[in-house]
C-alpha cells in the first residue's frame, strides 16, 4: 500500500530492499499494473515471514487485492504541481484509512478503484483505469497574465515549460498551437489581447499547459466525480461517465464519502459476480445510478440525444398518481 503520490525515504527503500533480499528473489516491480509494490519471486515458507516484516519492522499496511477496494492512488497534487486545484494527498491518504475494512475484507461484486487527479491533465489517467475518478477542476475563470501572453509571442518564454528543446515546427504560434486547438472554440487572439469566453471552456488544459507563466487555473477550486471507468475484461474498455461536475472538497470529505456509500450500497445490491460498477451502469441503466446516489441530472450525462420520442412516467412521477387504467380512458373518449 504506497503512500500518497509514492513519497518514499531513501531510508525505507534501502529497508524493503533488504527484507526482499532476505525474503525472496530481490526482484520488485515498483508500481506496475496492479498500481502497488510488487515483490516478485518467493517460495511459500517465505510468505508469511515476508508478510510480517512488513507490517512489524517496516509498518507497512497490505495493500488491497480480490473482490475488494484497491489501494487508492493519486498524483503529486499540490505537492509539487501548480496546476492542481486539490489536495490531491489528503484526500488518497483519508480514504485509505477510512476504508481500511473494503481494502482487506473483500465484500464486492469484483474490485473497486478510485484514482486522484489534482487537474484535468489527469496524469494518472484515473478516467481511463478506475471505477470512480477524482479531477480536481475549478468553476471560476481562467486567469490572465496578459503581458505573460504576449512575452510568449515574442518568443521570450518557452512554451510548454520548454519541454520541447530544439524545436524543429518554427516559433512559437499561439494561433497554430493554441487558439485553433481550442476544442470548444472559447478563444480570442486579437494580436495584442488574450480574451476567454469561460463560459465554453472544457477546462481541457491544453491552453494552460503549453503557457503556464500567462495562464492559471481559478481559484475556486473542487473536483469532479466520474463513475465507471476499467479496462477491457469483460464487457470492454470504458472511460469514466461524468456524475458529479464540481464538489468542494475540504476534510473530512463528507459529501463525498456519502456519495461513496450510496454508490456502494446499489453496487453490492445490484452488482453481479465479477460485474464493475460501469458495467453494472451499462446494463441497470445510468437513470438508476442517479436516482439512487440522489444526483440530479444534467445535459453532461448525455452521450447523444434520445432516439426514442417517447416518454415513460413512473407513477409516483405524476401528480395524483394513474387514477385510470388505459382501457378505462379508451371507453370515455370513443369518437
Known amino acids: 500500500n504506497q503512500p500518497s503520490s509514492k513519497f518514499y525515504?531513501?531510508?525505507?527503500?534501502r529497508k524493503l530492499c533488504d527484507l526482499w533480499e532476505k525474503h525472496g528473489s530481490g526482484i520488485t516491480n515498483m508500481h506496475g499494473s496492479t498500481g502497488d509494490i510488487i515483490l516478485l519471486g518467493c517460495k511459500t515458507d517465505e510468505l508469511e515471514p515476508t508478510f510480517y516484516?512488513?507490517?512489524?519492522?517496516?509498518?507497512t499496511d497490505l495493500g488491497g487485492s480480490g473482490s475488494n477496494l484497491r489501494t487508492p492512488s493519486c498524483c503529486i497534487g499540490k505537492a509539487r504541481c501548480e496546476f492542481s486545484c486539490l489536495d490531491t494527498q489528503a484526500l488518497c491518504h483519508d480514504i485509505t484509512n477510512e476504508y481500511q475494512d473494503e481494502l482487506h475484507r473483500p465484500a464486492f461484486p469484483y474490485k473497486f478503484k478510485f484514482k486522484i487527479s489534482g487537474c484535468p491533465n489527469d496524469c494518472v489517467a484515473s478516467i481511463a483505469r478506475s471505477d470512480c475518478a477524482v479531477i480536481g477542476t475549478w468553476k471560476d475563470n481562467i486567469r490572465i497574465d496578459q503581458e505573460a501572453v504576449n512575452a510568449y509571442v515574442a518568443g521570450e518564454l518557452a512554451p510548454n515549460g520548454g519541454a520541447f528543446k530544439g524545436r524543429d515546427w518554427g516559433p512559437f504560434d499561439i494561433g497554430k498551437e493554441v487558439i485553433d486547438l481550442c476544442p470548444t472554440s472559447c478563444m480570442n487572439w486579437n494580436?495584442?489581447?488574450?480574451?476567454?469566453?469561460?463560459?465554453?471552456?472544457?477546462r481541457c488544459m491544453h491552453c494552460i499547459s503549453v503557457m503556464p507563466k500567462a495562464l492559471k487555473v481559478g481559484k475556486e477550486q473542487g473536483a469532479s466525480i466520474l463513475v465507471g471507468g476499467k479496462a477491457p475484461i469483460l464487457e470492454g474498455a470504458q472511460l469514466c461517465t461524468l456524475v458529479i461536475p464540481f464538489m468542494e472538497m475540504t476534510p473530512p470529505f463528507e459529501e463525498f464519502k456519502d456519495f461513496i456509500d450510496k454508490m456502494w450500497d446499489w453496487w453490492m445490491e445490484e452488482g453481479r459476480?465479477?460485474?464493475?460498477l460501469g458495467e453494472l451502469i451499462q446494463r441497470k441503466g445510468l437513470q438508476e445510478f442517479i436516482e439512487v446516489t440522489g444526483i440530479k441530472a444534467i445535459p453532461q450525462m448525455i452521450e447523444y440525444p434520445r432516439e426514442n420520442p417517447y416518454i415513460f412516467w413512473k407513477e409516483e412521477e405524476v401528480e395524483?398518481?394513474?387514477?385510470?387504467?388505459?382501457?378505462?380512458?379508451?371507453?370515455e373518449h370513443v369518437i
Request: charged residues 40%; contains cysteine; proline residues 0%.
Open 273 to 276: 459476480n465479477r460485474e464493475r
Open 320 to 331: 395524483g398518481g394513474f387514477t385510470r387504467d388505459i382501457h378505462e380512458f379508451r371507453k
Open 9 to 13: 525515504t531513501t531510508e525505507y527503500l
Open 191 to 202: 494580436g495584442k489581447t488574450l480574451t476567454i469566453n469561460n463560459r465554453e471552456c472544457n
Open 53 to 59: 516484516d512488513l507490517t512489524h519492522d517496516l509498518d
